[in-house]
């Protein structure tokens, strides 16, 4: 299971991430919230939260921002 992180210094950017992103592995309870890291288990290793996070707010380990 890959280790992912998101930053919360960048919380402003990455809110629409979740909605971005096709495996279910964000959540976001409300706008104003940040998003969590959940189902890393769903993870196929595309890159695209590393990819669509402005401001380098993702961490993947397997991907370098």
């Known amino acids: 299971m890959p280790k992912i ?3 919360p210094d960048f919380v ?3 809110r629409n991430l979740c909605y971005q992103l096709p ?6 309870e409300d706008d104003d919230l940040i998003p969590t890291v959940e189902n890393k288990e ?3 290793l ?3 939260c590393v990819d669509n996070c402005p ?3 993702v ?7």
Not at 23 to 28: E, K, P, R, V, Y
Not at 59 to 65: L, R
Request: proline residues 0%.
């Open 42 to 44: 769903n993870c196929i």
């Open 59 to 65: 961490e993947h380990e397997n991907f370098k921002n």
């Open 55 to 57: 401001e380098d707010g």
């Open 46 to 48: 595309c890159g695209r």
């Open 5 to 7: 992180e998101i930053d």
């Open 23 to 28: 495996m279910g592995i964000f959540n976001q």
């Open 12 to 14: 402003h950017q990455v």
